[in-house]
């Protein structure tokens, strides 16, 4: 079962937050679109996805910790 969350902004497509164009390139290409998606997965996991650059990695991380949810990554 997938996890839920309550915030909004978590379902919402990564152009629309922000996020660069090759995040959002890869991403889409790799069948993620939102950060709730990629909250389903560790950040470990996706380290290991092809294209997915510890750049990006980051990105993704400082997203989460600026918008407060930062301890959602990883399981809680």
Do not use: H, I, W
Not at 9 to 36: K, S
């Amino acid at each position: 079962m997938a996890k839920q969350f309550n915030e909004p902004f978590l379902n919402q497509p990564f152009p629309e937050l922000g996020f660069g164009a090759e995040f959002c390139a890869v991403t889409e290409q790799l069948g993620y679109f939102t950060p709730a998606d990629l909250l389903q997965v560790s950040t470990g996991y996706l380290r290991r996805l092809p294209g997915f650059s510890a750049s990006l990695l980051l990105e993704y991380v400082r997203f989460m910790e600026k918008r407060g949810v930062g301890d959602y990554l990883d399981g809680f």
